[in-house]
C-alpha cells in the first residue's frame, strides 16, 4: 500500500508566493524541492513564480505555479484535459468548476502516466483564477492511495483562499 496521500494526513497552511493560502500535507513541508534557491526565495518566487515540494519517501510531489492571467478560462480548462489524455495518457474521475472562498477553481483528479512513467500515477491539478494571475497545483502520489485520499484533497481544495490585506 503506498504512502503518498492518505485521508487522515496532517495538513498545515502555506502562504504561497505571499498571497494565496492552502493546507498542504506536513510530510511535503520539510522537504521543499530546488534548495539551492531557497535563500533568495522572495526572488524566486515573485520572478519565476514557482514553488516545488515532495515527501521524504518522494511519493507525494506537489507543485505550484504562479501566471499572469492571459489565456481565456476556457482555454486553460481544455489544455489541462488534452494534457491529461494525451500526454499523460490518463482517464479522469472529476473534472469540475466551482467557487472557494470567492475563488474561481478547476479541479481536475485522474490516474495516468506521469512524463512517460511505466506505472500509472495518481494526479490531481487545480487552478485557482483572479483577476490578474492563474496559480496551477499539480499534485502526483502513488495508484493506489487515489481512493484512500478524497478527504485529504477535499480539505486542501476547501483551504484555499487569498491572504487578506
Known sequence: MGQGLRDGMSLKPQLLFGELWIDLPQSVLKTELDTARLAMRDVFEHEVGMRKFNDSLETLYISFRKREAGLSRSSIRKLTENMATGFYRGTIYRKEEFTVNGLDVFVLDMIGYWNGAKEPSS???????????????????????????????????????????
Do not use: G, Q
Open 123 to 165: 494526479m490531481l491539478f487545480l487552478v485557482v483564477f483572479t483577476e490578474t494571475h492563474t496559480y496551477n497545483l499539480s499534485m502526483r502520489y502513488p495508484e493506489e492511495d487515489f481512493d484512500y485520499s478524497d478527504a485529504i484533497k477535499e480539505e486542501m481544495i476547501y483551504s484555499i483562499r487569498l491572504k487578506e490585506n
